[in-house]
């Protein structure tokens, strides 16, 4: 029976850590002499990022602890 506690919390912690990740949306994607950029959307601010910091920002690290800076599109 105390496992049975001890599974349920588990899985509640995970879920409320998936919700307190912020959210990291692609919106735009590029290739390029083998390089991938991509535009990110997260927390209502747009950047670009390599493969290695957008998985990074999946991963639930912060645009402020990767210090990344705004995109500037024209």
Request: aromatic share 8%; proline share 3%; hydrophobic share 40%.
């Amino acid at each position: 029976m105390a496992s049975s506690a001890t599974s349920q919390n588990s899985k509640r912690a995970a879920v409320r850590k998936a919700l307190d990740r912020h959210k990291v949306y692609i919106t735009a994607q590029s290739f390029s002499a083998g390089a991938y950029k991509a535009r990110v959307l997260v927390d209502g601010e747009a950047y670009w990022v390599d493969e290695f910091r957008l998985s990074q920002l999946q991963q639930g690290l912060s645009p402020a602890e990767l210090e990344l800076t705004p995109a500037t599109d024209d």
